[in-house]
């Protein structure tokens, strides 16, 4: 089993940049990508961004891209997201997910780990 732990959301004026971190933890970690999701109140999740674990490979949305960047620490075991230019669209429930199988996009069911989720909320 792996658990998955998200941090640093809050509250921000637009503009501006938050860094969300995920640390994953288990009897072994060896997920083949990791992924960010949000959900905002009365939608749907939605994919933010992928990486491949071994090689870094990265996968953004349109909405974020140029403005969002991940990034992994292989020896912490930790994937991050950085937010800059924050905009109030972006308000949402960040999740972060992990996924065994040989995939990394956007398609939530393909992902068998999930976090408990961290708000982030952007000011006008």
């Known amino acids: 089993q792996v658990q998955l732990v998200e941090s640093g959301g809050g509250l921000v004026q637009a503009g501006g940049s938050l860094r969300l971190s995920c640390a994953a933890s288990?009897?072994?970690?060896?997920?083949?990508?990791m992924g960010w999701f949000r959900q905002a109140p009365g939608k749907e999740r939605e994919f933010v961004a992928a990486?491949?674990?071994?090689?870094?490979?990265?996968y953004y949305a349109d909405s974020v891209k140029g403005r969002f960047t991940i990034s992994r620490d292989n020896a912490k075991n930790t994937m991050y997201l950085q937010m800059n230019s924050l905009k109030p669209e972006d308000t949402a429930v960040y999740y972060c997910?992990?996924?065994?199988?040989?995939?990394?996009?956007?398609?939530?069911?393909?992902?068998?780990?999930w976090g408990q989720g961290t708000q982030v909320t952007v000011s006008s």
């Open positions: 288990g009897r072994t970690f060896n997920s083949y990508a």
């Open positions: 997910a992990a996924t065994m199988q040989p995939y990394y996009g956007s398609v939530s069911p393909r992902y068998d780990y």
């Open positions: 990486i491949r674990w071994s090689i870094g490979s990265t």
